[in-house]
């Protein structure tokens, strides 16, 4: 499974009861595009971390093994006025919880199947 970068607008704490969650970050440009950072996280059952604010991150999950986390957000995460970047050298689009949709179930499938 892999999730295109996206933010929060809010502080963010993830943590892990099952699975594996890599978490690559990117840093936003004047012209809305974003650039990967050289450095990521993978977290593992057990392990937790804490976004700021203005953190861009992308998720991916490279296992077969189902991941497991709870994901605690400073704000009203629904109302939100979050972004998302399909492609990376484009400027964001407003996020779209129905394409996050279609990328977990089409994960879940492939496991499934």
Do not use: C
Not at 70 to 96: K, Q, V
């Amino acid at each position: 499974m892999k999730l295109f970068a996206h933010d929060h607008t809010m502080w963010a704490t993830i943590g892990l009861y099952s699975g594996r969650e890599d978490n690559q970050f990117f840093q936003r440009h004047d012209d809305g595009t974003v650039e990967r950072r050289p450095k990521g996280i993978s977290l593992r059952a057990g392990d937790a971390v804490a976004l700021g604010a203005d953190t861009i991150h992308s998720v991916s999950n490279p296992s077969r093994e189902w991941t497991g986390s709870i994901h605690t957000y400073g704000g009203d995460f629904f109302a939100a006025g979050r972004s998302m970047w399909p492609a990376l050298d484009a400027p964001p689009s407003e996020f779209d919880s129905a394409k996050v949709e279609v990328v977990l179930e089409a994960a879940a499938a492939k496991a499934r199947g």
